[in-house]
């Protein structure tokens, strides 16, 4: 890995503690501790698999979409592991949209720092279908009949 990406890791800690602190520290009262481990463990999960994986080989709405599936997932899983009480659904619900909204932008940057073109992503709807057909329209018949 370059310096690009732990500068990229970083940043993306840091904007997901700014967000998860102001809706979940705030908001739902979980403690500064339980939020920057969230924000690391999802930082590192969404950089890895959202932004390496997936943004590299389709576009910003696709990546955006996963994110938020792994946002709303981690955050759930972690906000009911880590506190005691309140509603997690809901936390993790609002959480993972502000953070997808976050995201948007975020892949842009990304986009930009590690110079993917938009012509280098592979397309999902790519129908390259190779068929094979004849000029006869019916089987091969043996001369012994």
Known sequence: MTIKHFSLIGLKILLLLVVLYTILGIGYDVSFGNVLFISIVLGFSAYLFGD???LSRTNNTI????DFGMA???IYLMTDG??????PFAAAL???VVVAIAEVIFHKYV???LEMN???FIPINRTNYITE???ELTPYKDEED
Request: glycine residues 8%; proline residues 0%; neutral net charge.
């Open 52 to 54: 390496l994986l997936i």
């Open 63 to 66: 990546a955006t979409a996963a």
């Open 72 to 74: 709303f997932v981690i």
């Open 82 to 87: 880590l506190t005691v009480g309140g509603n």
């Open 94 to 96: 609002v959480s993972a």
């Open 111 to 113: 986009a930009k720092k």
């Open 118 to 120: 938009s012509d280098t």
């Open 133 to 135: 057909s004849s000029d």
